[in-house]
């Protein structure tokens, strides 16, 4: 009877057990079905199959690292060989890793990082396939040519890899109003404008499509010259064109000081000829944040800070 009862316990105890594995097994592929849970990204450069809520991180791109800064998802490595925005400055640090240059990565430290997905945009398009081959690759760089509508793309896939859709869709509200705003302001002025990049001794202007043209086609700010070339380098041009088109506002990005030079761009355009304008007399020549419109455009901070400054300009 003994021997019975204890055979009876034991089978007993073999089924409990039996059970609580089986329990844990099914937890555990509960566990790693989630953890393998994709989206499929359509970038410039193809279609490619992300984690989502990635945790190893590298970002070549100042703008979604800002955006991913604002939405509180860490990163593991940026390009430090280079200058980091002011804004942005805690990247600089030891807390994360130097994945060298915006045009010369360091492939062995990205591997060594073992990346669960990389960000770049338009600087290292020619190396993807290189990267591709290390981590899932993502190109969400910004196209000029139709910028809000790319921005808005580039926010929604961040939004839906790292489920944060809902704080995204708030901000680009906020911006879209924001936007409705200048546009009002600029059609009340009545003011016409020109852009132009400052670097070094030489200057270039851009208009409508170009690499600063979301002043004209997203703000409505009108160009005072049609006729510029839409080109990511700008249209090269002398400080007598600037007379001779005698803008309304003069916008100013100073690239010196974006990469770390010395020159002042104030010293470069105000001049004896700029003088003569009506940007000038008006006090109406405005420099722009470089850190916002040259080193980190289409971000949430900055595409917000750039409304604030030409809402500022629109006095």
Request: proline share 4%; charged share 25%.
């Amino acid at each position: 009877m003994k021997k019975t009862w204890l055979i009876l316990m034991m089978s007993l105890l073999a089924l409990f057990i039996a059970a609580c594995g089986s329990e844990d097994e099914e937890t555990n592929a509960g566990e790693n079905t989630e953890s393998k849970e994709t989206v499929t990204v359509s970038h410039e450069l193809g279609e490619t199959e992300v984690p989502k809520n990635p945790e190893n991180i590298v970002v070549f791109d100042f703008g979604i690292l800002d955006t991913l800064d604002q939405i509180g998802v860490d990163v593991a490595g940026v390009p430090q060989s280079g200058t980091i925005p002011a804004y942005l400055e805690k990247y600089a640090s030891e807390d994360y890793e130097n994945i060298g240059s915006l045009k010369e990565p360091d492939f062995e430290k990205i591997a060594e990082i073992n990346p669960d997905i990389i960000i770049i945009s338009a600087r290292q398009a020619a190396l993807h396939d290189q990267l591709e081959e290390i981590a899932p690759t993502i190109h969400l760089g910004v196209d000029t040519t139709n910028y809000m509508e790319s921005f808005k793309q580039n926010m929604d896939i961040v939004g839906e890899i790292f489920g944060a859709q809902d704080e995204i869709d708030e901000e680009l509200t906020a911006i879209d109003e924001s936007i409705a705003a200048v546009n009002e302001k600029a059609t009340e002025s009545e003011k016409k404008a020109l852009i132009i990049l400052a670097n070094d001794d030489k200057i270039s202007a851009y208009g409508p499509n170009s690499r600063f043209g979301l002043i004209h086609d997203v703000f409505g700010i009108p160009p005072v010259d049609e006729s510029i070339e839409a080109s990511t380098h700008g249209m090269n041009v002398t400080f007598e064109y600037v007379t001779e088109k005698n803008p309304d506002l003069l916008y100013v990005v100073d690239r010196t000081a974006a990469v770390g030079g010395d020159t002042s761009a104030q010293q470069l355009v105000e001049n004896q000829l700029v003088e003569n304008t009506k940007a000038y007399e008006n006090d109406n020549i405005i420099y722009l944040n470089p850190d916002y419109w040259y080193l980190s455009g289409g971000g949430l901070t900055s595409v917000a800070e750039m409304i604030n400054e030409i809402d500022a300009s629109l006095k």
